[in-house]
């Protein structure tokens, strides 16, 4: 008998080590490589699990468990900053009960009916912001609670954010980043077509942003973020939580305005009602809600557990799964001819809508997930918005399933695929491909890049298929075909005149988003207008150099190589040729104007040599801060900017009056 129970402690002590080790694998790749590898539920239920185990075998629990610390540790490629105060987590439950059990305990120890507020749980990167004299100084993420990243560079690309506080004092302030869910979409379409992994949520495609070392990613992804958490707050004379809201709100920062007041377990259970009916309304990703009791005066009294404050819990919805078939796997032709294996599902109701289709990614995933045609599987909508495939019920195989088979040619034009070294997407070569063809002019025309109105997806298979565009630059010839336009379905003669100004208009589009619309592989809205702004024209992009590529400040080698290949193909310069003929306008003409009180409506004009800019950096930077620049002197200036052997503009200058400033004069004024 003896025996037995010291085999079952064996035992036991196995079946928790092996516990331990699986959550801080789950742990390492959730806080430092930005990937989860089970859902939330499936962490919370083994987390809790391991959390028994403990309680029953206390011998077991070694000083590091994870039931103890967070789990995130800083990784080596930010400097690494020592919290003030640490960076707590939330406990978290998905029951009702253990909501009652919180408020029953919360009102033992105070004594009173206290007051709750209700607010969203975001899923994103929580950050830390600190501000001296109302300037930001420093972003930080939580990292292990204690020790986090120093990822200021990055934080302050994201527009929400005020660099500058409206009052000028010291500050820490705290709040989640986010990746609104429109953005999350887009982002993934768009690594889909390059062939890179898609991120499973806005969450890790936040924090990996955040980790990203070039900044100009970051800020082509629009992040955004909420604060909800004043450190300190009575420092601020605030003695209620709403009341740091207000406060912080009052200084400039974004808040999700939902902090609801709630007297009774009751009001609560209401609200959450509420929210999990609603919040797929949000623009951006809620996993549930936080309950923080109102008042600071309790607290000190309610105290902490070494991981999360007493005084507040989150109640977390769980994600709608549901099961269904997979009837078929097609496979569809992106626009860099990358083809992605899709699901095609018995229809199924998730979150409010019929889900008959999940993009599988690539052939990778299908053999992640096992999968076979005729298989029962777990669907969920990955931020409420993009249905997936979690996992292969392999239970309820009958036999009758069917392999899918890894495909060898492209399924529009048949010409064989290739899969690159290193890549985990199959692609189809043929730049004729007619499915190809069809995803590049949606794209070219997309709000981003030309932005032509009328011209939707539909329309465009309905052209590419009537032949009436066979290659991009045809859109602009179809202006020639008015009549043919007007006799087809739907398109009118109002519709079709609005077409073809579009068109018309869009050919003096800016040079960046022209640039943009070309699709070259991993150049974004920003990287676009780096390169744009650095060149101002094609010609001189298409005569670059490598090292010239990889001198603009935030252009690394992977950007560099795909632009300099680009323009290697002689495929490409006869594209822009074509482009050149139709009269697409292809200048950079700066069109950031700055408020800048020296600069903003005076007139300038500069002369003579200069030593730390260009004349014509002079003339941009003045145009960039709202500035005029003037072609001549005359006592309509304001001033002459003179460099070495000015002439008779500074003679003249002189003459009138006009004031004079040499070159270091003006980039001072101009601070
Ligand atoms: S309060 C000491 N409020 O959830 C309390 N956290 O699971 C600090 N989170 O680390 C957190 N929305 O990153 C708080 N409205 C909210 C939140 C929120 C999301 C995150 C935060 C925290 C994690 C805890």
């Known amino acids: 008998m003896l025996l037995f129970d010291f085999e079952n402690l064996e035992d036991k002590k196995k079946e928790y080590e092996k516990l331990r080790q699986d959550i801080e694998k789950y742990n390492h790749y959730y806080y430092n490589l930005d990937e989860s590898l089970i859902t939330d539920q499936e962490y919370d239920m083994l987390l809790k699990k391991l959390e028994q185990m403990e309680k029953d075998f206390p011998d077991f629990k070694l000083d590091n468990s994870p039931t103890e610390i967070l789990g995130g540790k800083s990784s080596e490629k930010f400097k690494k900053v020592k919290h003030k105060n640490p960076m707590l987590s939330l406990s978290n439950t998905y029951s009702m009960n253990d909501l009652r059990a919180f408020d029953l305990r919360i009102k033992k120890d105070t004594g009173e009916n206290v007051e709750y507020i209700l607010e969203l749980k975001l899923d994103g990167l929580s950050i830390s912001l600190i501000y001296e004299k109302g300037k930001l100084v420093k972003a930080v993420t939580r990292g292990d609670g204690s020790i986090g990243e120093d990822v200021t560079e990055n934080v302050s690309q994201i527009f929400s954010i005020p660099k500058v506080l409206k009052k000028e004092i010291d500050l820490e302030v705290r709040g989640e980043i986010v990746l609104p869910l429109k953005e999350f979409e887009r982002i993934n379409l768009e690594r889909e077509e390059n062939g890179e ?42 003695s209620t939580h709403l009341e740091s809201i207000d406060f912080i709100e009052k200084l400039g920062f974004k808040t999700t305005k939902v902090f609801t007041k709630c007297n009774f377990i009751d009001d609560l259970e209401k609200e959450i009602e509420f929210w999990d009916k609603n919040r797929k309304n949000l623009e951006y990703e809620t996993d549930g809600l936080v309950i923080k009791v109102n008042e600071y005066k309790w607290y000190n009294i309610l105290g902490f557990t070494s991981k999360s404050p007493k005084w507040a ?51 990778d995933e299908i053999e992640r997930l096992g999968l076979k045609i005729g298989d029962t599987v777990l669907i969920e909508k990955a931020a409420e918005i993009i249905p997936q495939v979690v996992k292969t019920i392999f239970e309820k195989r009958d036999g009758s399933e069917k392999n899918i088979e890894y495909i060898k040619k492209c399924p529009s034009c048949n010409s064989d695929v290739i899969k690159e070294e290193g890549q985990v997407a199959i692609k189809c070569k043929n730049l004729n491909c007619q499915e190809k063809l069809k995803r590049k002019i949606e794209y070219f025309v997309s709000r981003d890049a030309l932005n032509i109105q009328g011209l939707g997806n539909k329309i465009v298979e309905k052209f590419v298929d009537l032949k009436l565009i066979k290659s991009v630059t045809d859109i602009f010839s179809l202006k020639d075909y008015r009549e043919e336009l007007m006799s087809l379905d739907k398109m009118g003669q109002k519709s079709v005149d609005n077409l073809l100004n579009n068109i018309e ?66 495929e490409n310069i006869l594209l822009i040729n074509e482009f050149k003929n139709i009269g697409i306008n292809l200048e950079y003409i700066s069109d950031e104007i700055v408020n800048n009180d020296f600069i903003t409506n005076k007139k300038f004009l500069a002369t003579g040599k200069f030593t730390n800019l260009k004349r014509e950096e002079v003339k941009e930077l003045i145009e960039k801060n709202g500035g005029i620049y003037l072609s001549s002197v005359s006592k309509n200036l304001d001033y002459l900017i003179v460099g070495e052997k000015a002439g008779s503009k500074l003679e003249k200058a002189n003459k009138l009056g006009v004031k004079i400033l040499t070159e270091e004069e003006f980039l001072k004024l101009k601070g």
Do not use: W
Not at 318 to 340: C, H, M, N, P, Y
Not at 346 to 359: D, H, K, L, Q, T
């Open 197 to 238: 992994t898609v991120f499973a949520n806005p969450r890790n495609a936040a924090a990996g942003t955040i980790r990203q070392l070039d900044n100009t990613i970051v800020k082509d992804r629009n992040l955004d973020c909420y604060l909800y958490n004043l450190v300190n707050p009575e420092k601020y004379g605030v």
């Open 505 to 570: 208009n869009s050919k003096n589009i800016s040079f960046e988003k022209f640039f943009y619309s070309l699709g070259i592989e991993f150049v974004g809205k920003t990287t676009s207008k780096l390169v744009v702004k650095h060149f101002k024209t094609i010609d001189k992009i298409i005569d670059s150099s490598h090292e010239e590529l990889m001198s603009i400040e935030g252009v690394g080698e992977k950007v560099a190589s795909s632009i300099y290949n680009y323009f290697k193909d002689t």
């Open 313 to 363: 819990i989150a109640y977390k919805f769980k994600a709608e799964q549901k099961e269904t078939k997979v009837l078929d796997v097609s496979f569809q032709v992106g626009r860099t001819g990358v083809i992605t294996p899709v699901a095609e599902l018995e229809p199924v109701n998730i979150s409010g809508s019929v889900v008959r289709r999940a993009s599988l990614h690539n052939m």
